[in-house]
């Protein structure tokens, strides 16, 4: 069982920035795609970043320029770097372990709070 704890949320202005971490409760990156999700109300959740045990990484198009993931191995932490915020960023982020070889099993973590806003 893997333990996936974010933090960094929080409420922020247009324009702004925030950094968004994950950490694991222990070493899973190699084998793990991991994720940044996001869902806003009334809407369904959708991939916002990930990262393979190879380190290539794929964007929502929305975020592309904007957000940068990126993983700290000795800290078994994934972090979202989000620039440039807008409005439409609103959203619950979650963060997502799978196992890259099988898809199998899929942990989530509980959820941040992000809010863009004025």
């Known amino acids: 069982q893997v333990q996936l704890v974010e933090s960094g949320g929080g409420l922020v202005q247009p324009g702004g920035s925030l950094r968004l971490s994950c950490a694991a409760s222990?070493?899973?990156?190699?084998?793990?795609?991991m994720g940044w999700y996001r869902q806003a109300p009334g809407k369904e959740r959708e991939l916002v970043a990930s990262i393979t045990p190879q380190a290539y990484t794929n964007y929502a198009d929305s975020v592309k320029g904007r957000f940068t993931i990126s993983e700290d191995n000795a800290k078994n932490t994934v972090y979202l770097q989000m620039n440039s915020l807008k409005p439409e960023d609103t959203a619950v982020y979650y963060c997502?372990?799978?196992?890259?070889?099988?898809?199998?099993?899929?942990?989530w973590g509980q959820g941040t709070q992000v809010t863009v806003s004025s």
């Open positions: 222990r070493s899973i990156f190699s084998i793990n795609v």
């Open positions: 997502n372990a799978r196992n890259y070889y099988t898809g199998y099993p899929n942990y």
